[in-house]
């Protein structure tokens, strides 16, 4: 079955620190993974994803993630936090168990709310 | 273009109405999704069109009934529901890879 999880309902950060958002998963076959964040009221923004190539990824807004296979981990980074990052966050991998020929469907985490405090 | 637009933004119904909720993109994307989120949780999928054809439908409730008018368009169509069902609710698209998401119809029965 495929799974993600994100360990941490809260993270709380001074801004100017850096900021990790955790997410490990659990799937069949090669990982298609994905990052969104959710402002209040707002749809989902995709963030960054990672399908192959380089562990480090770079995404919107200076956030960035870093794939760990061994680890099966995929946390979300930033060197240094904005007020305005704070949001709520929701790492997502590819669902292979669903059919659908013109698309992906999504597992999601359970996300993780993160407030960034000046 | 390249957003997903819904409307309307906020909708507050009684459980004998019957009302409909759109989603727009004119991205070429060729699956699109309907979405049902509750306040702090992740999005749980309801519908799946691909191809403008019904391809997944999550054990919904027959009082949500989707509609796919063409490769643009998506309606989620609303009768006598309850209140259990307010929710904000998300359309997205695809065409490879990521989703799309629009903001979402926040949606209220009473």
């Known amino acids: 079955a495929q799974s993600v999880a994100q360990p941490e309902d809260q993270v709380n950060v001074a801004e100017g620190n850096p900021l990790t958002v955790k997410c490990t998963y659990s799937?069949?076959?090669?990982?298609?993974l994905f990052w969104y964040v959710q402002y209040p009221n707002r749809g989902l923004q995709f963030l960054l994803k990672y399908i192959t190539g380089d562990n480090l990824v770079k995404g919107s807004y200076g956030f960035e993630a870093e794939f760990n296979k061994s680890q099966t981990s995929f946390h979300l980074k930033k060197p240094s936090a904005l007020v305005s990052d704070s949001a709520l966050y929701f790492c997502?991998?590819?669902?292979?168990?669903?059919?659908?020929?013109?698309?992906?469907?999504?597992?999601f985490g359970g996300g993780t709310r993160l407030m960034v405090k000046p | 273009d390249t957003e997903v637009t819904q409307t309307p933004k906020h909708l507050v119904m009684g459980m004998t109405n019957k009302k409909s909720l759109k989603c727009e993109q004119h991205m070429g994307h060729r699956a699109m999704y309907w979405y049902k989120q509750k306040a702090k949780k992740p999005p749980e999928l309801m519908f799946v069109?691909?191809?403008?054809?019904?391809?997944i439908n999550e054990s919904v409730p027959s009082r949500f009934s989707p509609e796919c008018p063409n490769s643009s368009l998506l309606n989620l169509h609303l009768h006598a529901l309850q209140p259990e069902d307010s929710a904000l609710y998300l359309c997205a698209s695809s065409r490879d890879r990521e989703q799309f998401f629009g903001p979402g119809t926040r949606l209220t029965v009473l």
């Open positions: 997502a991998v590819r669902d292979i168990t669903k059919n659908n020929n013109a698309g992906n469907m999504l597992t």
């Open positions: 799937v069949s076959g090669n990982p298609y």
């Open positions: 069109y691909s191809y403008e054809k019904l391809s």
